[in-house]
């Protein structure tokens, strides 16, 4: 027998032997968390990104039935349509923007989603509130490198990886908003072309008014979210001048805000990471050596809305924990080496070779889990506002009170005179 003390007083002294102590331990510790399992509803832990296999099985069918969709072909033009029946499935007006080549010897589209929200409430510096109108843009392209002729080249190829996958959770985001009501304005692209220097994301941006660049609160890109070893987040270049960094990163901080606030990690085993290599990079070529931080030297659809001042954030899958950024790659998956790592634009990027590679399910988790992370992050509306509908309810937004310089001093000089 052994004698453990709660306290001083002999009154408190518990003796028990193993067993018992052993029940005692788990009836205390163990059964809280049983009765908390098998409670009501209301104690039971939401599910997160629960969207099914919708987004898989659109990525599924973009990758196996239209795998060499090179920009101009014929096949593009079939997967084109494919998307755009897809988005009208869910009930949405598709507009087409059809725009050419660069020597004008092929055309492409882009499919375009506009769905009103309620707009925001902002907050004036005189404490009033009014209602404006703000948007966001999210896009992934439907087009591979690849076309025919190039079969035999890359046998095993589809695209699942670049970009049916951003695809799939482009239309993953769409259906969700069928059902969420969102304060910004939300235009959905699948852009044509991505492949040719982003032709697509180019001709959309050209052809945005400078008012709707001003109305555009950021531009988010999904690419190659499946078979990397970590999924990224980064920022585009305008967010290299120190003026502007804050404010052209603030939309990338939201969504890692998303993460932590509904514990992906623990949750979903989903975590979002910034590319910390901390290297010094001349990243936008100009001459001047950048901190390697929150950005990324993949470009992809984000680049147009990035030149013309608009915050964007990128979604990848890859690995940036290399001591050197001629190392870095998209897995150390040793499976997957055969173009040193890297999964776009290979023969690795095949749906059959990414099964046998990575752990089941890993397409349907990082679809869905990017889907959430958008329409959570897009929820949260713009800076400085709040929703009609939270603004209604009663929400405002604490005034921040300005001390200038002056008034500081002012004041220190005040505290500093003794009292009479």
């Known amino acids: 027998m052994r004698v453990f ?24 510790f163990i059964l809280p968390v049983f009765l908390t399992a098998c409670g009501s509803g209301d104690s039971e832990v939401a599910v997160l990104a629960e969207y099914g296999d919708y987004g898989t099985q659109i990525a599924q069918t973009l990758a196996e039935k239209y795998p060499f969709r090179k920009a101009y072909s014929a096949e593009e033009k079939e997967a084109g349509s494919y998307v755009k029946s897809e988005f009208e499935k869910l009930g949405y007006k598709v507009e087409e923007q059809t725009f050419s080549s660069a020597d004008q010897t092929g055309t492409s589209t882009n499919y375009v989603v506009k769905i009103s929200g309620e707009g925001l409430m902002f907050l004036n510096e005189d404490g009033s509130y009014v209602n404006k109108r703000k948007q966001v843009i999210v896009g992934a392209h439907y087009d591979t490198l690849y076309g025919t002729a190039d079969a035999a080249a890359v046998p095993a190829f589809n695209g699942i990886e670049d970009n049916a996958s951003g695809i799939g959770c482009l239309l993953t985001l769409a259906k969700e908003l069928r059902t969420n009501s969102m304060g910004y304005d939300v235009i959905l692209i699948a852009f044509g072309a991505g492949s040719d220097s982003y032709a697509g994301a180019a001709a959309y941006t050209a052809g945005m008014t400078a008012d709707e660049i001003a109305l555009t609160d950021a531009m988010y890109c999904i690419e190659s979210i499946y078979a990397g070893d970590k999924l990224y987040a980064s920022s585009g270049w305008n967010s290299l001048d120190p003026n502007n960094k804050y404010e052209m990163r603030r939309k990338l901080y939201e969504v890692y805000d998303v993460v932590y606030e509904n514990s992906l990690s623990s949750k979903n085993s989903v975590d979002l990471y910034y590319n910390e290599s901390g290297l010094f990079v001349d990243v936008n070529a100009d001459g001047v050596a950048d901190v390697y931080r929150e950005v990324t030297l993949t470009l992809s659809d984000y680049v147009p809305f990035d030149k013309a001042g608009i915050p964007t954030v990128f979604f990848e899958s890859y690995d940036y924990n290399f001591p050197e950024v001629s190392a870095m790659k998209e897995t150390k998956n040793l499976n997957l080496q055969g173009s040193g790592g890297m999964i776009r634009r290979t023969n690795d990027d095949s749906l059959s070779v990414l099964e046998k590679s990575l752990p089941e399910g890993q397409l349907k988790t990082r679809i869905n889990n990017t889907a959430f992370i958008l329409l959570k992050a897009i929820e949260k509306g713009a800076h400085n506002s709040v929703t009609k509908e939270a603004y209604a309810a009663g929400v405002t937004i604490p005034k921040v009170i300005h001390i200038t310089e002056t008034s500081a001093a002012k004041e220190s000089s005040t505290a500093a005179v003794p009292a009479p």
């Not at 306290?7 to 005692?24: C, E, S, T």
């Open 5 to 28: 003390h709660a306290g001083n007083d002999p009154i408190h002294r518990i003796y028990l032997y193993p067993g018992i102590l052993a029940l005692f331990v788990c009836l205390v």
